[in-house]
């Protein structure tokens, strides 16, 4: 079965750092672009951040620029968020998701989702 | 950058087509997906490249995109379908852009 399975989220303070981590089955990270996507209390989806298939090529929304670095480990099958300088507006459920691809080509979206993991900013 | 517009809320009585909008400068010329979220769960894919669903999405659901709009239409609407929908596209300003939502009312 894929899954995803997001972990690392929990309170911290305003200025502070947190590691979110994706763990992925049923499938390999080395064949698959991710996303990070966040969506803030009583908000909508925003998207955060992305790695290709290989590691070469990451891409970050403007508010994630300097702050956030994504980055996987192909071993354990496993991607990261590593989200330093925290906000409040950073507040939000993260999610983890896979990006479709159609025999190797890319259309732009997330077939597969986890069940997120909470990141609260406050002091 | 690039932004898809979504009404905040639909209404449709069961059994009847709901339609959720999205607009965006050109989005014809994008490939638009939808997602389906419900409260305390994670999205779901429902419609990708403009109209293919995913194994497993009923055919009641269905996409269309052309000029400024596209369009998620849901036949025979029932009660589960009730729930937040998201429209995304991707455009080299503001890659893998959402919609801001859409409340699915099924009254």
């Known amino acids: 079965e894929v899954q995803l399975v997001e972990s690392g989220g929990g309170l911290v303070q305003p200025g502070g750092s947190l590691r979110l981590s994706c763990a992925a089955s049923?499938?390999?990270?080395?064949?698959?672009?991710m996303h990070w996507v966040r969506q803030a209390p009583g908000k909508g989806l925003v998207w955060v951040s992305r790695i290709n298939s290989d590691g070469s090529s990451t891409n970050y929304a403007d508010s994630a620029k300097g702050r956030f670095t994504i980055s996987r480990d192909i071993a354990k099958n496993t991607v990261y968020m590593q989200m330093n300088s925290l906000r409040a507006e950073d507040t939000a459920v993260y999610y983890c998701a896979r990006e479709g691809e159609d025999n190797g080509n890319y259309y732009y979206y997330m077939d597969v989702w986890g069940k997120g993991t909470t990141v609260t900013v406050s002091s | 950058s690039y932004e898809l517009t979504q009404p905040p809320s639909v209404s449709v009585s069961p059994g009847q087509t709901a339609s959720i909008t999205c607009s965006g400068d050109?989005?014809?010329?994008?490939?638009v997906c939808w997602y389906q979220q419900k409260p305390g769960q994670s999205p779901l894919l429902v419609i990708y490249?403009?109209?293919k669903r995913p194994s497993g999405i009923p055919e009641r659901f269905s996409g269309s995109n052309s000029g400024n709009t596209a369009t998620l239409t849901i036949s025979g609407t029932q009660a589960i379908d009730e729930a937040d929908y998201y429209c995304q596209a991707w455009d080299i300003s503001t890659p893998w852009v959402f919609g801001g939502g859409t409340k699915l009312t099924v009254l």
């Open positions: 050109k989005v014809g010329d994008k490939y």
């Open positions: 490249q403009d109209d």
């Open positions: 049923g499938f390999t990270l080395s064949s698959y672009w």
